[in-house]
């Protein structure tokens, strides 16, 4: 028979009832607790024990192994999951920092156009993590192709299709969002580019061109360059037909005298980024690249100082704003008669300055 313990549930043998054992008033007697809570004095030879106190422990400490696990599981599918390699090294590149991608299409087999299918690929040549969705257009709809994050410097495979799937990628969209991931980084605006693919070029060998990402010749859209989202106007069937009918109705002729719009001046576009000056710098300081930058910006303007109202756009780049400070202080010191302005955002970001001679 087992000795009483103390937490011990038992019954009693001789008598309805029975408790958890509180403790022992002497070695023949022991307190029981019944179910009103109240000190019952019994012979030890009239219990027996039903529950032993170590399987009460041994219970409640199961029972707080298995909330604790629920609570973690609970917990991890609270967390939402990453896709995100966190081992992969990201080598990152100073025009990385701007962001370039495009969409790219290649035949499968080229020598047989005809027949052939197509792969496409999406192009992140950037230092950022970019959150993508391809779509295509359905009638007055778009259905997302594909979605995900895309690592830096990668290039991700979409799909493949033939020529019966050409007509559903007549018309396209591809929405991004960037980030980088456990760094700080420069916030870029979300971008959504719709542009319309030229199916009739996927007949054409000619239009599949070498490009910068391939070893194989590509059909390439681009969908930002530089940060700058590309844009291409998409006309419906709809707004055709309503410019059919507008011209097919008479107008009446307005009472208004044409304009001639005087043609704009041409405007030289110089880029002083060292590496569209240099096939290499090797052996060469900063100064001396700067120097070298300098020397062709002094080039430019002494040849078209005389050039009344020409405008000249030196593209210099953001960067940490040497180059441009540089050009600045020269343009207020040695060349008086000229307008200093930024050039176009649009165009050429915030690394460009305008200069119009007087």
């Known amino acids: 028979m087992k000795k009483l313990e103390v937490g011990d ?34 012979l030890i030879s009239e219990c027996v ?14 029972d707080l192994i298995s909330e604790k696990q629920a609570a973690d599981k609970s917990k991890k599918e609270d967390k939402p999951e990453s896709n995100i390699d966190t081992h992969t090294q990201i080598t990152e590149t100073p025009e990385g920092e701007k962001i370039t991608t495009c969409i790219a299409f290649l035949p499968t087999d080229v020598k047989s156009l005809s027949q052939t299918k ?53 018309q396209v969209c591809v929405q991004i969002m960037a980030f980088k991931h456990n760094k700080p980084y420069r916030f870029k605006n979300p971008v959504s580019v719709e542009f319309r693919i030229d199916t009739v070029k996927f007949y054409k060998l000619h239009t599949f061109i070498e490009n910068d990402y391939f070893d194989d010749n590509a059909l390439i859209y681009y969908i930002t360059r530089n940060d700058i989202p590309e844009r291409e106007l998409l006309i419906s069937q709809a707004d055709i037909q309503k410019a059919i009918q507008e011209k097919s109705t008479p107008q009446r002729r307005p009472r208004v005298q044409a304009i001639s719009k005087k043609e704009k001046d041409p405007v030289l576009e110089i880029d002083l980024h060292i590496e569209q000056l240099l096939d290499s710098t090797a052996g060469m300081s900063n100064a001396d690249i700067l120097e070298y930058q300098m020397n062709k910006f002094n080039e430019v303007m002494q040849d078209n100082i005389k050039r009344k109202g020409f405008k000249i756009v030196f593209i210099h780049g953001k960067g940490d704003g040497v180059l441009k400070s540089a050009i600045t202080k020269e343009l207020k010191n040695k060349y008086k008669k000229v307008y200093i302005q930024d050039a176009s955002f649009q165009e050429y970001g915030f690394g460009a300055t305008m200069v119009t001679i007087k």
Not at 25 to 41: A, G, L, R
Not at 52 to 59: E, V
Request: hydrophobic residues 35%; charged residues 25%; contains cysteine.
């Open 49 to 62: 024990v039903i529950e032993p106190s170590d399987s009460k422990k041994l219970s409640q400490a199961t």
């Open 9 to 42: 549930k038992v019954r009693f043998l001789n008598s309805i009832g029975g408790g958890i054992v509180k403790g022992f008033q002497n070695k023949h007697i022991v307190i029981v607790e019944d179910e009103h809570n109240f000190d019952v004095p019994v």
């Open 118 to 170: 197509f792969e496409c690929f999406f192009i992140n040549d950037s230092n950022y993590y970019l959150f993508i969705n391809y779509m295509s257009r359905e009638n007055n709809s778009w259905v997302s192709r594909y979605n995900g994050i895309v690592e830096p410097n990668m290039q991700i495979f979409i799909e493949e299709f033939d020529k019966s799937t050409l007509n559903e990628i007549e």
